[in-house]
């Protein structure tokens, strides 16, 4: 009686140690490794980082999310990283290098002048739709329960312009870099930037 006393006066604390680490992973955050170039400079490919679960997704968050059944090529269990320029409701277009909101260019000095206009193209949610095969023809606006995607890197990453919108159910949750981690000015233009 006594062995066993003593044997679950440290597996209890064990026990309940791994529950509240479950509890934290599966409702708080959890840890997220970045996967390729396409949110260069401002994350790198293997860069480790930590997706806050309960967080709400604003204009400019990054964002971690489930990518199979969104983009057709994912395959199961791949998430994808990027940022959110267009929420529900939102009109978004490219020209010349700048995005416009609701017809209202946003800042994008979390990226550099060539970074913007290499590779982001001049388009609309329309013309994206219509070029892509995506949507059911009469995507106006960024639908609801929905979110429109771009990579930092524009001109290598695979996102919302070719595959369309983010379901808000598969997102994981909204990326913050741990301040001991990256630079300054990377690690501002990562959890500074939401609004």
């Not at 509240?20 to 490794?33: E, M, N, S």
């Not at 892509?132 to 996102?159: I, M």
């Amino acid at each position: 009686m006594k062995v066993l006393k003593e044997v679950m006066s440290w597996v209890i604390p064990i026990v309940i140690g791994l529950a509240i680490a479950a509890g934290i992973k599966a409702f708080v955050f959890t840890r997220v490794r970045v996967d390729g170039p396409s949110m260069e400079p401002n994350l790198q490919n293997d860069e480790k980082v930590v997706a806050f679960k309960q967080s709400k997704v604003k204009h400019l968050s990054v964002i971690v999310f489930d990518a199979h059944g969104e983009d057709p090529a994912a395959k199961t269990n791949t998430n994808y990283v990027k940022r959110v320029i267009g929420l529900p409701g939102d009109t978004v277009a490219s020209k010349n290098g700048y995005i416009y909101v609701n017809n209202k260019k946003i800042k994008q000095s979390f990226i550099s002048e060539s970074e913007r206009t290499s590779g982001t193209g001049n388009w609309t949610l329309a013309s994206l739709e219509k070029s892509n095969g995506w949507g059911n023809g009469k995507v106006t606006v960024v639908p609801k329960g929905k979110y429109f995607v771009l990579g930092d890197h524009r001109s290598v990453s695979n996102d919302s312009r070719y595959w369309g919108f983010v379901d808000k159910d598969k997102v994981v949750g909204v990326v913050k870099v741990p301040f001991w981690t990256s630079s300054k000015t990377r690690r501002a233009n990562i959890n500074g930037m939401a609004y």
